[in-house]
């Protein structure tokens, strides 16, 4: 039998003796600290409580309360405002123009998916076509006088009488409540019917919770105000911006007069300033017909909110369809329009309807 090395005599000669009591040996040098020892006994199956941690996740870098403060954060940043409106509507903006400018190609495809050769835009010219194109003159040649008239006979007939009339020395949030503003709640991040990131801010445009609900304090249907806020939003928008600005100085050949199609002009990405003399960029039928999503948001409240909600987004892919098919308009028109529709409805809804700020409560005395 080979006698033991004498290095390895020496290195079993310096661990330390275990105790006989069961404890842990102590390391010397360090009184009163147990060596960690691995323990060999079997981590328990799934399914009896036990859960496995797999450290590759950015959950198990940070935390679980780490990685749901940078979700929260992100959240309040996006649902945040510039200029009035949410920064996550602003992105959307921005990623989808930088998207329609490096991908022109986007617009040709979709054009001509309405496209046949040798025929051209088929649905051009059919009296459904031109009854959807003709439409969006009508309801608002007769739609906004109708929207004055339901607010000078509200003044008329729903004035209160002396003993009806509120408390003046109510605060002003009871006297002009924010149940006024029904663009608070929806699309983006907020509550009720979300479309976008986070929970709990009140950014958006669309069909939500809280102060959307229930009638009007004084029962009108539309406030002065409100008449107000839909009368700039119609001037500016598809009157200022789309058909003054953009239309009228951006020169962009429509699909129908483009080479792409049979046409004899050259065809230019949006956002691009175009010698051709077209009036293609923006559409201010897309605008005209989106005018109307925020009418219904603005007019309507609790269920009732969906249907007339719902009647005009549909009339208003309505009026996108007749126009792509008809060769009147790319689809980066259309999409551009209602995006600075849907940015200056929300800017100027922030200046309309400012959130009352809310005071900490009083401690008792």
Known sequence: MSPTPPADADRRRELPEADPRGQPPKVPGRSGVPLQTPSLQPSPARGEGARESVPCAPKALLGREGAESIHSGWTQWLGGRFLNAPRWLWLAFLGCSLVLVLFPGIDLAVSGLFYTPGVGF?????WFERLVHESTYWLLILGVPALIAVWWVQGRVGRPSKGDCPNLSSSPSELHPVQDSN?????GPGTGIDIGPGTG????????????????????????????????????????IVNGLLKEHWGRARPVNCVEFGGSQTFTPAFVLSDQGGKSFSSGHAAGSAYWVVVALVLTRGLRRRYWLGLAVGYSLLVAWARLAAGGHFFSDILISWLILALLARGLHGRFYPHPVTKPPVAAS
């Open 122 to 126: 088929g649905a051009r010219g059919t």
């Open 183 to 187: 663009l608070d709640t929806g699309i």
């Open 201 to 240: 801010t009140d950014t958006g445009i669309g069909p939500g919770s809280g102060n959307s609900r229930g009638p009007r304090p004084d029962g009108h249907i539309l406030g002065g105000r409100d008449l107000a806020y839909l009368l700039l939003v119609l001037a500016l928008g598809p009157g200022l």
